[in-house]
């Protein structure tokens, strides 16, 4: 019987096995390596907001608490966006016309609340309580960085799951004091792994528990 393809369709269908296999993977590659870019997690990356609120000048130049806007962090999951009238607690009485906080202002004004624009978004099915954290005495640092040298808000941690499981299975590099959970350039005196092991047992961090997928997925 006579042969239907020629020999080097032998050496085509390899080739294109091999030429399949590769554009797969690059393409996996690209994929998840774009996943973890800056143009999708927005990390190092200012948000434009409404208003462009400067923690620099909040945190580290007035010497404002966390706690001042942040009103629910120690008691419920949500750290709460501070509404209007926490602004106007000082601006009714500084800045008063400044074009940069008409909005503040208007919204004061006509009691519609600002849109804006959240930095730290983590997707709908992660369940995360920013009160049991602080409790455990993890510093605000630790997931948002130095936001007292931030003149515009960003994220410096990706907040994927990768980034939060490894801190899962070592929270001890990470705990600290609960009197210095707010305070931005908080460094231990001595070994931090010592502490942190020390802050286990008296905050009672359960490290097994931690890695259990119902934590976080509820």
Known sequence: MAQIFPSKMNILSKASI?????????????????ARSP??????????QPVPFS?????????????????SVEEVAFAGIPAVKTCMTCHSQIWTEAQILEPIRASYRTDKAIEWIRVHDLPDFVYFNHSIHVRKG??????????D???????????????CIACHKQPEQHLRPREAVYQMDWKPEGDQLALGEKLLKDYHVDKAKMLNCSICHR
């Open 18 to 34: 091999v030429i399949g296999a590769i554009l797969a993977g690059g393409g996996l590659t690209l994929i998840l390596g774009l």
């Open 39 to 48: 143009y999708v997690n927005m990390v190092g990356i200012p948000r434009e």
């Open 55 to 71: 923690h620099k000048h909040h945190v580290n130049g007035l010497g404002i608490d966390c706690r001042y806007c942040h009103t």
């Open 138 to 147: 993890v510093g605000c640092v630790s997931c948002h960085g130095r936001v």
């Open 149 to 163: 040298q931030m003149p515009l808000m960003m994220k410096v941690n990706s907040l994927d799951m990768q980034w």
